[in-house]
T-cell receptor, first 116, second 113 residues
Framework: KAGVTQTPRYLIKTRGQQVTLSCSPI?????VSWYQQTPGQGLQFLFE???????NKGNFPGRFSGRQFSNSRSEMNVSTLELGDSALYLC???????????????FGPGTRLTVL | AQSVSQHNHHVILSEAASLELGCNYS??????LFWYVQYPGQHLQLLLK??????LVKGIKGFEAEFIKSKFSFNLRKPSVQWSDTAEYFC???????????FGTGTRLTVIP
């Protein structure tokens, strides 16, 4: 079974530009979450989408947005890029929640964004 | 809000030594707990998870972790490490049933052959 795929793997942008990152979840997974990983702040939750609806949101400015399509693929967008947005952006997918239990998230390889 | 503390930032061990990595979390409700590993150049992989039931959970590659509710801890252990265990280890917590993982800052493990 194919894992979570993310495109592109590497991206270089300049300040003020916008960027769109894509994530294809594992087949059958309907929940997609996005995380930002930086050396200073570590791994931080951005948002989660389930059935094309944002279900949860982390503490990031409105410049960070996302969406999910009917095939569960997801995109995240960052507008007006800042130097501090340079990071590894990770996507994770999971099956619907187990009854009375939790979810195991499977991570993709990430998109390395560099803002110059 | 939930938070996770990993007390060891960098651990250096010789092969065959025993490993214990600390993880403490803060959250008042029912939690799901995870340990993820990131090998050099690879993506995050799940080592083990705790949802409910037996507080001693076993994961892949000989790793285990014990959930101690009274101490808000979920320490990772391995009786004998190998060079191939060199990686960064992340503890994560979320409210039961939720998907917004809160990660610790990670512990870099270096195993010397």
């Amino acid at each position: 079974k194919a894992g979570v795929t993310q495109t592109p793997r590497y991206l270089i942008k300049t300040r003020g530009q916008q960027v769109t990152l894509s994530c294809s979840p594992i087949s059958g997974h309907r929940s997609v979450s996005w995380y930002q990983q930086t050396p200073g702040q570590g791994l931080q939750f951005l948002f989660e989408y389930f059935s094309e609806t944002q279900r949860n949101k982390g503490n990031f400015p409105g410049r960070f947005s996302g969406r999910q399509f009917s095939n569960s693929r997801s995109e995240m967008n960052v507008s007006t890029l800042e130097l501090g947005d340079s990071a590894l952006y990770l996507c994770a997918s999971s099956l619907p929640r187990l009854a009375g239990g939790g979810n195991e998230q499977f991570f993709g390889p990430g998109t390395r964004l560099t803002v110059l | 809000a939930q938070s996770v503390s990993q007390h060891n930032h960098h651990v250096i061990l010789s092969e065959a030594a025993s490993l214990e990595l600390g993880c403490n979390y803060s959250y008042g409700g029912t939690v799901n707990l995870f340990w993820y590993v990131q090998y050099p150049g690879q993506h995050l992989q799940l080592l083990l998870k705790y949802f409910s039931g037996d507080p001693l959970v076993k994961g892949i590659k000989g790793f285990e972790a014990e959930f101690i509710k009274s101490k808000f801890s979920f320490n990772l252990r391995k009786p004998s490490v190998q060079w191939s265990d060199t990686a960064e280890y992340f503890c994560a917590v979320t409210a039961s049933g939720a998907n917004n993982l809160f990660f610790g800052t990670g512990t870099r493990l270096t195993v010397i052959p």
